[in-house]
Structures are given as structure tokens and as C-alpha cells.
């Protein structure tokens, strides 16, 4: 086709890292981006935002509302390309199979479910809504003390560089070698380039916050195996309110649940995922 | 390959509903059961489990630790394949796609990720374990009344014919036509004909209780667009507590977290989906 997406001007690190060149055939190219890497790893949830992005490319609908993602392999900061295949489109959804491969290899394995959102400040009694879609009810949000009392944790090259995250203190014991027992993890998190939240940051939020695991003293690589995230509405501006908690831990798996909440109160995605305990540093 | 993996002697009706034939390059044989449907549509989480049961036939780990499933269409009571593709076999984990087909269409996809569990009675200090291996933590367990104090509904033929769950009263109030503006649901599970619960019976138990916007008024037929649920442990026998909750319904969309936990209380599985909001019965 040779058409680009890419933005003429982009304006961020993120969005030159997240875009991809349609090839045709329902192929995309696209570059993993070594300054979202972590330890030589391209941050996965920067790879599912690339891949977000060759899904909404070909969309009837706007919005991921369901992305379920399988981790494979690491991804390296090397050219890949996007495999799209769209499984249906129906009037309310449509679903995608979105797989990334480098070198010929399947890295993530992604499906992907578009749709409509209500709009966050919409009137539900509005026009000719119907009695589902009108309905409306949310659960308690997370507690977080004033942004002013957070903390952040230095900027390294890579992933941690673009981020910006205010940690809750009560869940940053572990970085001072008293990690209190509670498998849960809280912040403010933005990028450090001016840049308003939408479905591609929020892609990267639900998975950004350091493993919860780290609460119960177990500080090491925790690889996800699987992530599913819902996007839930459209973010506001401002700085996202993250939360991560854990149910369950045994057999080297921990599984961590996630909330991002925009800055006018509104839930705005939900995650989900499956990860390897990190193998902690032993006394040789 | 002519070899069958359906039990000589099917012990009950969901091992005969969920058994598959391999046909030989991938491709496996099944035949949703009409007895487990539900208004004409047979069960997700049925079909989920024959799924899962051509992924195990061939998985070089035992259990399904991560099961993503978008639904499609809806599955008929008549002869459907599954299509099963192998992304990766590692040491830890592997990654399979499957794809149940009817009439040449795409009705479920699913990727499941395949591993091993912590025998859930195991002494985490045995032999060399490591300490990542060792980490163990759970949450607070739900909480529902004794068994004696729980309500049953009329069974029907189908798939309520199939399934024994007794509710909790405090969640159903909707029933009465007195919903108690709380969108949560728990009950007990098992099947009614005598079987230990396995793998496949908690791919059916993560989506087994009403809708939980039932809670708030909504009563109606909420399609699944997707799940993804993770198997945590191997249950004990005897029935499971299963408990569901929401954080968000907006848009016509609404999210159910479930768990379920076994009769020996540990966590053997955890679920979201995220479903459309019922069209309520209107007065004419």
C-alpha cells in the first residue's frame, strides 16, 4: 500500500516508538524501540500499543475494549512486523488476531476486540439511549495520598527514562530492603513528554508499575506470560492514578490485577496478568 | 490418526459433551451438546473445556495456567472443529492457538498458555525448591453462608439442568424482582451427576453464575465478548465456592471478576470477562 501512519510530526519518543508503516496483506511494520527497553527487552506493554495500533488502523470501531496478549519471547529493539487477521466484525464489535514476529518467530501473540465507548462525561439520560446503555455503576477507587507526597524513583536509560511514575510510599518498602508483606503497588504515572493519556498509554499503564510480588520481598525479573486489559472509558488529561493488587501466589506464578483511574475520576482500563516469580539474588 | 481421546466408558454427560476426536494435523472433532445449552446457544464455558481438552492432548505441560477466549458467534448444537496451532514449547511454559470452527466460521478464539501448578498440598520447603518457587500468599478467601442456608433455583433442561449451584440469598434478590443494587454473585458449583471438579469443570465454573448486573437490575441475556481465566491450583473434590464481582459497567459493557476456591479453600481459579449489559424487558 505504502501508505505511512506514522504522525509527520510526531511529537513524542512514544509515538515514533509505537508506530507502524502498513506493508499490505494485513502486514505491518514495526520497530521495537531500545529506548523503552528494560535490560536490553523492549517494554511489552509499548509493543502491545504498536500492535493496538495496526488493529485500530482497520477498525470499524474505535476503541480496544478487549486486548488479550500471550508473551512468548523477548522482544529485541530489532525491525518486526504486525500479522493482522480480522476474525469478525459485528455492528457492536469486531475482533482482531494480532500476532508480532521477529525473525520469522511469533514474540506476542495478541486478540484484540474493538468497539464503542461511552463517553466519560456523557449524559447517559441523553437522546434515545436505551435502558442497557444507559446503565451505569462503579466500584470504589483506589486510595492514593496527594501526588506532592509520592515518590519517584530515578530515571535510568530506557523505559523507566520515559516514565514518569509517583510512587505511593506505602508500597516502596521493598527499595529500602523492608518490603511490608502486602503484594500491592500505587502511582501517578505519566510520560515525562508532554503527551494527554489515550487507548496507547493506557496499553503501557496497566502494565508499568513494578511487580507487586516486590511487596512480599521477591525483587527480581518477573516475566508476564499473559496480560488481558479492558479499556473502560476515554481518559481525561492529566496524570493516571495506577493500582495493582495480587490474589494469589504459588508455584512461581503470581497473578496481578491493575486499575488505571484518569484524572477526572473515572475508571479507564482494567488489567489482568499471569507472571513468573522473579528469582531472587542469593548470598553466593 | 484414527485414536480417540473419548473415555471407553464417559463416566457423565459434560466428559461426553467435552470430548474431542483428533482428526490429524491439528484438528480435532467435537460436537457441542445440546444439553448443555442455554435458549439455543451452548454454553461458553462447555465449549472452553472440549477446547482446552485437544490443547492438553498434545501440551507438553499439564494444566491450562492461562486461557484467553473472544467470542465470536453463537456456537449451535451441531458438529464444530477445533483448530490447534503450537506458537512456543518452552521448559516453563507453552502457547497454543486454538480456534473452535463451525460451518467454515470462526466461532471461539482462544490462546492458551499451558504449565505446571504447586500441588496445592505440597510442603513448599521440599527437596530444592527455589525460593521463587517456594513464594506463596493469598488473599481473603470470599465468604458465603453454609451450604444448609443456600437457595437453589428450579433446574430446566439445558445447561441449568446439568449444574448444581446454590446461592447465596443475599445475591438474590433479583429473583424477587428486589435487586439489592450490588452487581456481585456466589454460590456453590458442582455438577449434578457425581464428578471431581478438574481443569475443564473450572473452565465452565468462571463463567457458570448469572450475570452479576443481575445485582443492579439488568436482568437478561448479557453475551460474553471475553474472558480470560487462569488455573491456580488443582482442586480438591467436593464443590466450589464461586464468587463474582464488578468494578465498572458503562456503555452498554460491564466487567465480572470471578473465583473459584475448593472444598479444601484454596484458590484454584480466577476469571474476568467483559459481557453487554441484558436489554431490560420493557412495558409495552
Known sequence: MGVTVIPERPRTAFDEATAVLPLGGGRFAVQPDERFAIGGAVNGGVLIASMLRAVLHSSPHPYPVATSAHFLRVAEPKRAEVHLTWLKEGRTAATARATLVQAGVPVIETVVTTGALASAGADPSDGDADAAAALSWTGEPPHLP??????????ARGFTGQIDIRFDPATLGWLDGQPDGTPEMRGYLSLREERDPDAYLLAVAVDALPPVVFGLGAVG?????????????????GMLRVAARCRHVSGGWFDEEAEAWDA???LVAQSRQIARVGRRRRAP
Do not use: D
Open 221 to 237: 525479573w518477573a516475566p508476564t506470560v499473559q496480560l488481558t486489559w479492558h479499556m473502560r472509558n476515554i481518559p481525561a488529561p
Open 264 to 266: 477526572a475520576g473515572h
Open 146 to 155: 496527594p501526588v506532592s507526597q509520592c515518590r519517584s524513583l530515578p530515571a
